[in-house]
């Protein structure tokens, strides 16, 4: 018996606003262009230059409303009339072709994708304290006080969800880069996770 | 509130006779330095040139037992009237320093670590497959037929503990740096794992 090929690991990114997490999945993409990614579904109609099956695949309501009903989404969310969501079959086949997919989708998303999808990784991404949140946030000099105190409590409300996650990652000022670095080394080292290797125990097994 | 200092992390590798964890183990702490060791507590006598404290915590069998029934050892066996065992305050002193540690221990030691300590991090070093293995051990050209049988069936043996790890590491031929380098990787990502975090997510909820 060979060592079957390493199947690919599906992760989800999600972070607080202000956690510079977009910098650091752009940071990843450019140092890692190995990873996929998904093109999400949705209703709405394309705007100029848009093109269907790259920045959308653009569907009508009603075939939407089939892929959910046939479980054919990974998560969705509607926005004003609008149906958003991640196609499981475009995933999956990257996944079985052995490509690492990345989605950098928001709590609620990643919830969805962790239930239909339990072997994901989720990870956090957040500013190292909340200390360091609130500078940043003040440091913008464009928030108002008002917007400020906003986003903290947003960012203390959505902590009571940070244990959904399997990692929480922060992204030290300036340092972007090592956090892009610190999130290829964890998906990396998933991949070794007991759980991910039962061919290769039963490989040793059968001696 | 500041986040407070990071705690090490106590990892703990086996493998196969056969796997090349020595190397492995070598490169890594030549590479890091940084990592912690245990100095193991035996109750034999030193041997000429050995010094207490450097290759071995000398102490007397009754000594030794205290130990035992006050449960300072991470872990112990009795080899030819002798006892050899891992003592837990000097490697929890390192930890609490912030220094990661790493125990090259096998099975039963590991299990021993893993109920006293949960929170270790149990690596199984491997060869990428059983006829790899077969392939090293006839490589050798040293070995009987016999003797390779015999390594084979106790790999076999040994697989059925392999899933009390956290971790199967493949070590593939020629690449222990690759594998080194790959074990550095996990015990860096564990430093992320949501369980080790929970200071840190306590400090976003009381914004």
Same mark, same amino acid.
């Given at each position: 018996?060979?060592?079957?090929?390493?199947?690919?690991?599906?992760?989800?990114?999600?972070?607080?606003?202000?956690?510079?997490?977009?910098?650091?999945?752009?940071?990843?993409?450019?140092?890692?262009?190995? $990873?996929?990614?998904?093109?999400?579904? !949705?209703?709405?109609?394309?705007?100029?230059?848009?093109? =269907?099956?790259? /920045?959308?695949?653009?569907? !009508?309501?009603?075939?939407?409303?089939?892929?959910?009903?046939?479980?054919?989404?990974?998560?969705?969310?509607? $926005?004003?009339?609008?149906?958003?969501? !991640?196609?499981?079959? $475009?995933?999956?086949?990257?996944? =079985?072709?052995?490509? =690492?997919?990345?989605?950098?989708?928001?709590?609620?998303?990643?919830?969805?994708?962790?239930?239909?999808?339990?072997?994901?990784?989720?990870?956090?991404? !957040?500013?190292?304290?909340?200390? /360091?949140? /609130?500078?940043?946030?003040?440091?913008?000099?464009? /928030?108002?006080?008002?917007?400020?105190?906003?986003?903290?409590?947003?960012?203390?409300?959505?902590?009571?969800?940070?244990?959904? $996650?399997?990692?929480?990652?922060?992204?030290?000022?300036?340092?972007?880069?090592?956090?892009?670095?610190?999130?290829?080394?964890?998906?990396?080292?998933?991949?070794?996770?007991?759980?991910?290797?039962? =061919?290769?125990?039963?490989?040793?097994?059968?001696?």
């Amino acid at each position: 018996m060979q060592t079957p090929q390493r199947k690919g690991i599906l992760t989800v990114v999600s972070g607080f606003s202000g956690s510079g997490k977009g910098t650091v999945m752009k940071l990843l993409l450019s140092a890692h262009p190995e $990873y996929g990614l998904s093109i999400s579904v !949705t209703t709405r109609a394309p705007r100029q230059g848009e093109e =269907d099956g790259r /920045e959308y695949f653009f569907r !009508t309501k009603e075939y939407f409303e089939q892929m959910i009903a046939q479980d054919k989404l990974l998560e969705y969310a509607q $926005y004003v009339e609008n149906y958003y969501g !991640t196609p499981r079959e $475009y995933v999956q086949r990257q996944l =079985d072709e052995g490509r =690492d997919v990345i989605l950098e989708i928001e709590m609620q998303g990643a919830r969805q994708v962790k239930q239909r999808f339990p072997e994901a990784v989720l990870v956090f991404i !957040t500013p190292p304290s909340i200390e /360091e949140l /609130e500078k940043r946030l003040r440091g913008r000099g464009t /928030e108002t006080e008002e917007v400020v105190r906003g986003r903290l409590a947003q960012a203390s409300k959505e902590a009571e969800a940070m244990e959904e $996650y399997d990692y929480i990652l922060p992204n030290e000022d300036g340092q972007a880069e090592k956090c892009a670095e610190d999130l290829h080394r964890i998906i990396c080292s998933e991949h070794y996770k007991t759980d991910r290797c039962k =061919d290769r125990i039963e490989n040793f097994r059968q001696a």
